[in-house]
Protein backbone atom coordinates (compact mmCIF):
# COMPACT_ATOMS: atom_id res chain seq x y z
CA UNK A 1 0.00 0.00 0.00
CA UNK A 2 1.43 3.40 -1.10
CA UNK A 3 0.08 6.73 -0.68
CA UNK A 4 1.45 10.19 -2.00
CA UNK A 5 2.71 11.36 0.92
CA UNK A 6 4.42 8.24 2.56
CA UNK A 7 8.38 7.38 0.75
CA UNK A 8 9.77 4.41 2.92
CA UNK A 9 12.66 5.32 0.78
CA UNK A 10 13.74 8.64 2.11
CA UNK A 11 12.86 7.28 5.24
CA UNK A 12 15.20 4.50 5.28
CA UNK A 13 17.84 7.51 3.64
CA UNK A 14 17.32 10.03 7.13
CA UNK A 15 17.26 6.86 9.41
CA UNK A 16 20.90 5.89 8.12
CA UNK A 17 21.80 9.51 8.29
CA UNK A 18 20.73 9.66 11.63
CA UNK A 19 22.39 6.75 12.46
CA UNK A 20 25.30 7.82 11.12
CA UNK A 21 25.47 10.67 13.07
CA UNK A 22 26.01 8.59 16.29
CA UNK A 23 22.76 9.51 17.73
CA UNK A 24 20.14 7.20 19.34
CA UNK A 25 17.33 6.27 17.00
CA UNK A 26 14.59 4.07 17.67
CA UNK A 27 11.96 2.88 15.01
CA UNK A 28 8.26 2.99 15.44
CA UNK A 29 6.78 1.35 12.43
CA UNK A 30 3.09 2.07 13.13
CA UNK A 31 2.26 2.58 9.27
CA UNK A 32 -0.18 -0.39 9.29
CA UNK A 33 -2.67 -1.35 12.14
CA UNK A 34 -1.43 -4.58 13.84
CA UNK A 35 1.42 -5.13 11.19
CA UNK A 36 4.72 -3.80 10.17
CA UNK A 37 5.31 -2.08 6.83
CA UNK A 38 6.41 -4.60 4.11
CA UNK A 39 7.94 -2.44 2.48
CA UNK A 40 9.88 -0.80 4.85
CA UNK A 41 11.39 -3.91 6.53
CA UNK A 42 12.73 -4.81 3.20
CA UNK A 43 14.59 -1.82 2.57
CA UNK A 44 15.96 -2.05 5.94
CA UNK A 45 17.25 -5.35 5.42
CA UNK A 46 19.19 -4.00 2.48
CA UNK A 47 21.54 -1.89 5.32
CA UNK A 48 23.59 -3.91 7.69
CA UNK A 49 23.57 0.36 10.03
CA UNK A 50 19.98 -0.65 11.02
CA UNK A 51 22.02 -2.90 13.44
CA UNK A 52 22.52 -0.01 15.29
CA UNK A 53 19.45 1.14 16.41
CA UNK A 54 18.37 1.48 19.68
CA UNK A 55 15.10 -0.21 19.35
CA UNK A 56 12.48 -1.39 15.99
CA UNK A 57 8.97 -2.40 16.76
CA UNK A 58 6.17 -2.57 14.13
CA UNK A 59 3.31 -5.15 15.53
CA UNK A 60 -0.15 -4.71 17.39
CA UNK A 61 -1.82 -1.39 17.60
CA UNK A 62 0.53 2.01 17.67
CA UNK A 63 -0.28 2.32 21.09
CA UNK A 64 1.80 -0.64 22.25
CA UNK A 65 4.29 -0.45 19.22
CA UNK A 66 5.28 3.02 21.07
CA UNK A 67 5.19 1.65 24.44
CA UNK A 68 7.26 -1.22 23.46
CA UNK A 69 9.76 1.48 20.99
CA UNK A 70 10.28 3.84 23.57
CA UNK A 71 10.84 1.27 26.44
CA UNK A 72 13.37 -0.60 24.45
CA UNK A 73 15.05 2.38 23.36
CA UNK A 74 15.41 3.87 26.88
CA UNK A 75 16.90 0.34 28.14
CA UNK A 76 19.11 0.73 25.31
CA UNK A 77 20.60 3.94 25.74
CA UNK A 78 20.95 3.81 29.55
CA UNK A 79 23.02 0.92 29.13
CA UNK A 80 25.21 2.48 26.31
CA UNK A 81 25.65 5.18 28.93
CA UNK A 82 26.65 2.87 31.65
CA UNK A 83 29.24 0.59 29.84
CA UNK A 84 27.67 -1.95 27.94
CA UNK A 85 29.15 -2.78 24.27
CA UNK A 86 26.98 -1.89 21.54
CA UNK A 87 25.69 -4.77 19.38
CA UNK A 88 26.91 -3.28 16.12
CA UNK A 89 30.71 -3.14 17.48
CA UNK A 90 30.77 0.93 17.90
CA UNK A 91 31.81 2.72 20.80
CA UNK A 92 28.83 4.68 23.10
Known sequence: MQSPRRSPEEFVRALLEALASGRPVAVADVAFVNASDLILGDLLRQHPQVAGLAAYGGWNTAGNTLGTVLA???????????????SDGRDA
Do not use: E, H, K
Open 72 to 86: AAMIRILALRNGQPR
